[in-house]
């Protein structure tokens, strides 16, 4: 494999049928249960959920949706962690959004339990960040670092990404598990430490489709600039598909 050519990966960005995200072919526009209106009437914000190990590049990812969209998005992020708010921190750190904007749930607990078993914390933070910022388009919910089985309640979020890093070994798409077969979009993060540690796309890659199908799979670098590319693709095709469902 050669790192230095990202388009020899196998599936930098894979989809069933990229050619036609413009042609009304869109994947679902939501899955989600929770209801699609304000009580104003007014489309809520498509809810995008990111789960995934421990390190493997979450906040890394919120952020670099953020800087990459805020200046023709109205984003606000919801972020998850067990006993402080870390993620939150690094994000009103870096600016990647104004304060008001970002929210921290420290759930206190399992973090699954807060994006799946009891969501009330993180659909209020939800809601509040809709009342005080304004309409909204894009609400980015960062769950904490958990293992392989972590999903979002479909009451909480309308898609999911659940982010892997190749530091954790090739191995990782092959063991499966919930997040890796079923969620909206895999993401393949740290390209860049592939050669350190012995990882091989190509084995990602092809075990990744055998878990998932034709779900999309995006492999990513944040050091690399634009290397968020495929995500964005990604989410833009889901907000095309949320904006086309309320027209
Ligand atoms: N080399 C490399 N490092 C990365 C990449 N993405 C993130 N990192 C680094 O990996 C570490 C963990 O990234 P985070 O974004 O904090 O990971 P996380 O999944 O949010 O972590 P938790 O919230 O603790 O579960 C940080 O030091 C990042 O700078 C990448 O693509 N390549």
Redesign the pocket.
């Known amino acids: 494999m050669h790192l230095d050519h990202p388009e020899t990966y196998p599936q930098r960005y894979s989809h069933p049928s990229p050619a036609t995200a413009l042609s009304g072919k869109h994947p679902a526009p939501t899955s989600s249960s929770a209801p699609t209106v304000r009580p104003d009437g007014t489309r809520r914000a498509l809810r995008i959920g990111l789960g995934?190990?421990?390190?493997?590049?979450?906040?890394?990812?919120?952020?670099a949706i953020c800087r990459q969209l805020r200046d023709e998005l109205s984003i606000a992020v919801v972020t998850n962690?067990i006993y402080t708010r870390?993620?939150a921190e690094?994000l009103l750190r870096n600016a990647v959004l104004p304060a008001e904007r970002i929210t921290a749930v420290e759930t206190g607990a399992c973090p699954h339990t807060a994006i799946r078993d009891d969501i009330s914390a993180n659909l209020e933070a939800v809601e509040d960040l809709e009342e005080t910022v304004g309409p909204l388009d894009l609400v980015l919910v960062?769950s904490?670092?958990?293992n392989l089985t972590a999903t979002f309640s479909k009451g909480l979020v309308d898609a999911q990404i659940f982010?892997i890093?190749v530091?954790g070994g090739d191995k990782i798409p092959r063991k499966g598990g919930p997040g890796v077969s079923t969620a909206d979009l895999l993401v393949v993060?740290?390209?860049?430490?592939a050669p350190l540690v012995g990882a091989d796309l190509g084995v990602m890659a092809r075990d990744a489709r055998t878990q998932r199908g034709e779900l999309p799979v995006a492999f990513?670098?944040?050091?690399?600039p634009d290397?968020i590319a495929p995500v964005i693709g990604w989410v833009r095709e889901r907000l095309a598909g949320w904006t086309a469902a309320a027209a």
């Not at 993060?189 to 430490?193: I, P």
């Not at 990513?220 to 690399?224: M, R, Y």
Request: avoid cysteine; glycine fraction near 18%; aromatic fraction near 2%.
């Open positions: 995934g190990p421990v390190g493997s590049g979450k906040t890394a990812t919120v952020a962690d870390e993620d690094f960062e904490g670092g958990d982010v890093d530091a993060n740290k390209t860049d430490l990513t670098s944040l050091t690399e290397g």
